[in-house]
């Protein structure tokens, strides 16, 4: 399946994301640079239509240029440390809930479980609006995500030994 398909399917049909699971961890790697890539698109967005950042991109472009790419790298490395921790929020989860999962797994679907608050305070900075606590939301809304993903995988079955 090709990363535009996990993308749409990452908002709105979480069972079909459970069974990204089994996938190489490459996918979910290079799913979070495509990811973030979306991300910094909006971020330039509301760089250029900013009024006050209009002077600074006219007069910068060498700055802005060189700064871009790095603003890049670490974003996407401080997403990665964030799927890192919630991947270990998930294992939590998935000991209440008794799933087949393991650390990779988990990462694998927080990978896709911060798509949608990722690019909902994207969205929400585009328009410089930013909600109060909004850090504690977007994990509010990430844990939720990746809780309703480990829902949807089934339990092992009970080995009939007689």
Do not use: C, D
Not at 74 to 102: D, H
Not at 108 to 122: D, E, G, I, M, Q
Not at 132 to 137: D, H, I, T
């Amino acid at each position: 399946m090709n990363i535009g398909k996990q993308f749409m399917f990452s908002f709105y049909h979480l069972k079909k994301v459970s069974t990204f699971r089994i996938q190489k961890i490459g996918k979910p790697i290079g799913y979070l640079f495509f990811l973030m890539a979306i991300y910094m698109l909006l971020k330039i967005i509301q760089i250029i239509t900013s009024p006050q950042e209009v002077n600074f991109v006219g007069e910068n472009q060498f700055p802005l240029a060189l700064g871009l790419p790095i603003l890049y790298l670490f974003t996407t490395a401080l997403k990665f440390i964030g799927v890192s921790f919630l991947a270990t929020v998930g294992l939590v989860i998935n000991e209440t809930m008794k799933k087949p999962l393991q650390y990779k797994h988990t990462w694998t679907l927080s990978a896709y479980a911060v798509t949608t608050p990722t690019l909902l305070f994207a969205i929400l900075e585009l328009f410089s609006w930013q909600p109060p606590f909004a850090w504690l939301l977007y994990w509010v809304l990430a844990i939720g995500y990746l809780y309703l993903i480990i829902r949807y995988i089934p339990k092992p079955k009970k080995r009939n030994t007689k």
